[in-house]
């Protein structure tokens, strides 16, 4: 039986969502998916096709979805399809829709201190998302996230508080000093499965293996 992905891309360009794309395709061919690419939040109008999918993958930094094109897509999550992202092009999209941030699980806030070196740590050893992995450290954004209380989560990250919170908030977020943060993690959305990464801001993150690992399985354990 032929499995079947759609992957969408667009919105924000800091966040490579074509070069995401670019890399993520061929590979889920590699693993025996029918790879359908499209540069248009459109691709969400059609119901029937979304429904017959097994994975969804959104590549879509901020911009704004349509009411139909939400409901589409909430409602294909929930009748059973799979969907798996990482960093804004999941965890900052449609900033105005809570119902999508909803299913996500969470939604970006800030990245104090821009780029910076930081430690990620797998927090469930026995789940097969983080089979054989330990602790690795990153040198990207550190995502501040508001998320939900039932996700599944991964892994996490400790925020030290020496960083300025934003370029808009020019002080020093001394207040998060000890903060735990998910940085990946799983949740159900009806009878759909979702997976998360905040991991992914720039292309070479993904050079770093844990996270191409982590995103990689994230994938196939969200795809119906």
Not at 120 to 138: K, Q
Not at 201 to 211: A, I, L, N, T
């Amino acid at each position: 039986m032929t499995k079947s992905v759609l992957l969408v891309w667009g919105g924000w360009p800091g966040h490579a969502p074509k070069e995401c794309a670019e890399l993520f395709g061929p590979w889920l061919e590699s693993q025996g998916y029918d790879v359908t690419v499209s540069d248009t939040l459109d691709a969400y109008l059609d119901a029937d096709f979304l429904k017959s999918l097994e994975l969804i993958v959104p590549i879509w930094t901020q911009g704004e979805i349509t009411p139909e094109q939400a409901s589409n897509l909430l409602e294909a999550v929930a009748g059973g399809v799979g969907i798996s992202g990482w960093h804004g092009c999941m965890g900052d999209s449609f900033r105005q829709n809570v119902d999508y941030q909803f299913m996500v699980g969470g939604q970006w806030v800030s990245h104090p201190g821009g780029y910076i070196d930081y430690e990620v740590n797998i927090t469930d050893h026995d789940d097969p998302i983080n089979a054989g992995l330990d602790d690795f450290t990153m040198m990207t954004e550190q995502y501040y996230m508001h998320v939900d209380p039932s996700n599944h989560v991964l892994a996490t990250t400790t925020f030290k508080g020496d960083q300025q919170v934003s370029r808009a908030a020019p002080y020093v977020g001394s207040w998060i000093e000890g903060c735990v943060m998910p940085v990946a993690w799983k949740r159900r959305w009806g009878e759909g499965r979702v997976f998360y990464s905040s991991l992914g801001h720039k292309m070479d993150d993904f050079d770093v293996p844990e996270v191409m690992e982590i995103t990689k399985r994230g994938m196939l354990w969200a795809s119906r």
